[in-house]
C-alpha cells in the first residue's frame, strides 16, 4: 500500500499487505479478545473511551498534520476532524451506559425485559475521505457496546489506519479488541466469510456497498451501508441569499467536495436563480488552492489523480448534454491532483452532473419553476442520504424537509453528522444507522428475558 501525498504526488511511506498467515494471528487475536472484552463492566469500556479523546486531542496536531499529508485535506479541517473524534469519543462514554442498560417491557411475565448485549467481532470497511472521523463514527459506540472492531481501510491512507489503532493502543485498550488488517479490498470477502467475524459495517461507494452486503448476505450477518449520496441543496425564492450563498459554498467545497453528505445539486428557484449564481460564482472564484497544510489555502487537492480525472469526464460529459460552465470545469496545471473549483447551471436529469454523484469540488445548478418542481426534482434521485432547503419561512421549510427523500434533512443549515442524532440514508444511499442511540444498537443482541 502506497501513502501518497495528493498535493505533490509525493511518496510518503509504504505499507506491505498482509499475507495470510498476519491477517489468520490477528483474527484469532480478536476472537481471545471478544468473551473478555463483552464481559468488561460498561462502566470500564466507556473509561478508556474517555481515555481515548485524551489521546486524540493530545495527539491533535500530529494526527491533523497525518490526514493533511496523506489525503490532502486543508489543515484546518483536519484539526476539526480529530476534535470531531473526541467528541464523539467522549459522547459514547457519557452516553452508552444509559443506552444499553436493560430496557423493562410489561408483558405476561412476572419480569420481562430487553438486554442489549453485543455481537462480536465487527469488520469495518473505511473510505479515505474522513480517515479519522468515519473510523470513530463506528468504532466508539461498538467498543462501548462490547464488541470488537476489525478495520479495513482504504488502500491510500495506511498510516492513518495505524495510527487509529495506536491512539486505541495508547489509551489502554486491549490487544484484539481493535485491529487496522492491512489487507486489500480482495481479501475483504474471505474476512466477512469468517466464522469469527459476525457483523459488517461499509462506508463507502454503492459499488463497494454491493459487494460488501453480497458477501454479507450469504454469510447471514448483519450489515449497516452508509454509501454515496448527491444531496439536494434547495433554494426557495424567499431564501436569506447571504446565509444561503455562504452556506453553499462551504457545503460544496470543504474536503474538495469529497463528501458523501456534501451539497451536489443546487435546485434554485427560477425568479432568484440569477442573482444566486452570481453570488455563488463569486464565492466559488474566491477559494484558493495550494499547499493544504498552509492555513491561507482555502481548496484543497483532490485525494488521488484518478479521482480527478473522473470527475472532469463527468463535467466534459454534462457538458456536451447540455450543461453550462459558469466557472472551472477543469484541472489544474502543475503538480498535484487539483481541480477548479467549478459551477455548472443549466443542470438536468439525464446528466451525470444529475445523476451521478459528483465526489470533488463541482457544483451542479438547476432551475425550478417553483416549490413542487423543487421538490420533484430533489427526489428525482436514486440517492438520499442528506438534503437542505433554504427559505426564510421555517414552517414552510420543515413541511418541505418531512416531503425529502433523505436519511436526514436540515433547514437553513448545512448536513453534517452530529454524535446525538441518526446518521444514514435511504434508496441507494444505503441502510442502516450511525450515532445516536440508534446507532449503538445497530451492533448488539436486543435480547428478550421473559421471567414467570
Not at 423493562?104 to 411475565?109: L, T
Not at 491512507?157 to 491512539?167: D, G, K, R, T, Y
Not at 469468517?194 to 458477501?215: K, P
Not at 444505503?430 to 451492533?443: A, D, K, P, T, V
Request: hydrophobic letters at 45%; proline letters at 6%.
Amino acid at each position: 500500500m502506497e501513502s501518497i501525498n495528493p498535493a505533490n504526488g509525493r511518496l510518503l511511506a509504504t505499507v506491505e499487505d498482509w499475507r495470510e498467515a498476519r491477517l489468520e494471528v490477528a483474527l484469532a487475536a480478536a476472537a481471545r479478545a471478544m468473551p473478555a472484552w463483552a464481559e468488561t463492566p460498561i462502566e470500564r469500556r466507556c473509561a478508556l473511551l474517555g481515555e481515548a479523546a485524551a489521546v486524540l486531542r493530545a495527539r491533535q496536531d500530529e494526527l491533523a498534520r497525518l490526514i493533511t499529508l496523506e489525503m490532502g485535506k486543508l489543515i484546518g479541517e483536519a484539526r476539526a476532524e480529530v476534535d470531531k473524534c473526541a467528541l464523539g469519543c467522549e459522547y459514547y462514554a457519557a452516553q452508552a451506559p444509559g443506552f444499553l442498560a436493560d430496557e423493562p417491557i410489561a408483558s405476561d411475565a412476572g419480569r420481562s425485559y430487553v438486554a442489549y448485549q453485543p455481537l462480536g467481532a465487527v469488520l469495518a470497511v473505511m473510505p479515505w475521505n474522513f480517515p479519522f472521523w468515519q473510523v470513530f463514527r463506528f468504532a466508539a459506540p461498538a467498543l462501548a457496546a462490547g464488541n470488537v472492531a476489525l478495520l479495513k481501510h482504504a488502500s491510500n491512507v495506511p498510516q492513518c489506519a495505524l495510527a487509529v489503532e495506536a491512539v486505541l493502543r495508547d489509551a489502554g485498550f486491549p490487544e484484539g479488541v481493535f485491529t487496522s488488517l492491512m489487507i486489500p479490498s480482495s481479501a475483504v470477502q474471505r474476512v466477512i466469510e469468517d466464522g469469527r467475524v459476525h457483523a459488517v459495517t461499509l462506508t463507502g461507494s454503492e459499488g463497494a456497498g454491493r459487494q460488501v452486503a453480497a458477501a454479507a448476505g450469504a454469510a447471514l450477518k448483519k450489515t449497516v451501508l452508509e454509501l454515496g449520496g448527491s444531496d439536494p441543496f434547495i433554494v426557495l425564492e424567499d431564501a436569506d441569499l447571504d446565509l444561503t450563498v455562504r452556506n453553499a459554498v462551504a457545503s460544496r467545497f470543504m474536503n474538495a467536495g469529497q463528501s458523501c453528505i456534501a451539497a451536489k445539486r443546487f435546485i434554485v428557484a427560477e425568479g432568484i436563480a440569477d442573482e444566486f449564481l452570481e453570488r455563488f460564482r463569486r464565492g466559488v472564484e474566491a477559494l484558493r488552492p495550494g499547499d493544504p497544510a498552509d492555513p491561507a489555502t482555502t481548496l484543497a487537492p483532490l485525494a488521488r489523480p484518478d479521482l480527478r480525472e473522473a470527475v472532469h469526464a463527468q463535467v466534459q460529459e454534462s457538458i456536451g448534454r447540455g450543461a453550462v460552465a459558469v466557472t472551472g470545469c477543469c484541472p489544474l496545471p502543475g503538480e498535484g491532483a487539483f481541480y477548479a473549483p467549478s459551477i455548472l447551471d443549466r443542470v438536468s436529469p439525464g446528466m451525470p452532473a444529475f445523476d451521478e454523484e459528483l465526489f470533488g469540488p463541482v457544483a451542479s445548478v438547476s432551475r425550478a419553476a417553483g416549490e413542487d418542481e423543487a421538490l420533484a426534482l430533489a427526489n428525482r434521485s436514486r440517492y438520499g442520504l442528506g438534503a437542505s432547503v433554504w427559505t426564510r419561512d421555517d414552517a414552510r421549510g420543515e413541511r418541505i424537509a418531512r416531503r425529502l427523500q433523505s436519511g436526514s434533512a436540515f433547514v437553513n443549515g448545512l448536513v453534517k453528522s452530529d454524535p446525538r442524532l441518526p446518521f444514514g440514508g435511504v434508496k441507494h444511499s444505503g441502510y442502516g444507522r450511525e450515532l445516536s442511540h440508534h446507532g449503538i444498537r445497530e451492533f448488539v443482541n436486543a435480547k428478550t428475558v421473559w421471567i414467570r
